[in-house]
């Protein structure tokens, strides 16, 4: 952990401050949830969803609805909400049908939201360190990280192969340790209120977006600095430079 940390005072960034209508703040890490907050997927990984378990014998698929709400949360964590009674083989049986159907047909359908990428970009040009935390698996997150064009532009990335499911801290409290920045200098961005209470569990402030699975009345109850429209209006309430900048150097450890 000492390397890590000697690895960010090289790379460490200016403080940005903030003000913001509650309170000045300063924030020096920027982390990003990946789906329904950087990529258009919401979709796709509810229809996914139901062609998973349709495969599977003896099951009924929840709402459509019902999973939109669900995603953001471990695969384990989503089967046990959606099949209360079901055991470890059967969340198996459908984890399997899921990921087998998402690498053959759903996989190459998820996009970039409108302006993520610049926004991104402008946030780590302006200074930023830049970080995910996401539900997917780290095969999942690696392979969109070079499909969006985006890998070059963060520092830092946590799964959850990594990391306990959200709303559990452990994410965002490893990338502040391994970036050498306390929990109040840190801004988690989501779009579910998975994203803003594990911002809220691991002391950190957080922005919800509202082009996922959760609206306004789900992210509010959370105390987010903000609800912004997409991820797009960020660097303009962060106040960070145009997104022609550079981009800002990578950690040397993902």
């Keep these: 952990m000492a390397a890590a940390g000697a690895r960010a005072d090289r790379l460490r960034g200016p403080r940005v401050s903030l003000l913001s209508s509650r309170s000045v703040r ?14 258009d997927s919401i979709g796709t990984i509810v229809e996914c969803t139901l062609a998973a378990i349709a495969e599977v014998p003896g099951i009924v698929a929840p709402p459509a609805a019902t999973i939109r709400g669900a995603i953001g949360l471990g695969l384990v964590q989503t089967m046990e909400r959606f099949f209360p009674a079901g055991d470890p083989a059967l ?11 998402w690498r053959a047909d759903f996989k190459d359908r ?3 939201l409108p302006g993520a990428f610049e926004a991104v970009r402008a946030i780590a040009g302006a200074g930023y360190f830049v970080g995910v935390a996401t539900a997917k698996g780290r095969l999942g997150l690696e392979r969109e990280l070079d499909s969006s064009g985006l890998r070059p ?3 830092s990335t946590r799964t959850v192969d990594e990391a306990p499911s959200k709303p559990a801290p452990g994410m965002l409290l490893q990338l502040c340790e391994e970036m050498g920045v306390a929990p109040r200098e840190t801004l988690m961005v989501g779009d579910t209120a998975w994203d803003l209470e594990m911002a809220r569990n691991a ?3 957080s922005v919800g977006v509202l082009t996922g699975g959760h609206g306004r009345a789900d992210l509010e109850p959370c105390a987010p600095l903000a609800c912004l429209g997409s991820v797009a209006e960020l660097p303009g309430w962060l106040g960070a430079l145009p997104a022609e900048v550079e981009p800002a150097p990578r950690a040397l450890a993902p």
């Design 110 to 112: 998820v996009v970039l």
């Design 153 to 155: 532009y963060f520092h």
């Design 203 to 205: 002391g950190c402030a």
């Design 26 to 39: 300063e924030f020096r890490l920027v982390v990003f949830d990946w789906d329904g907050t950087l990529m």
């Design 91 to 101: 969340f198996d049986q459908v984890a399997l049908a899921y990921r087998r159907r």
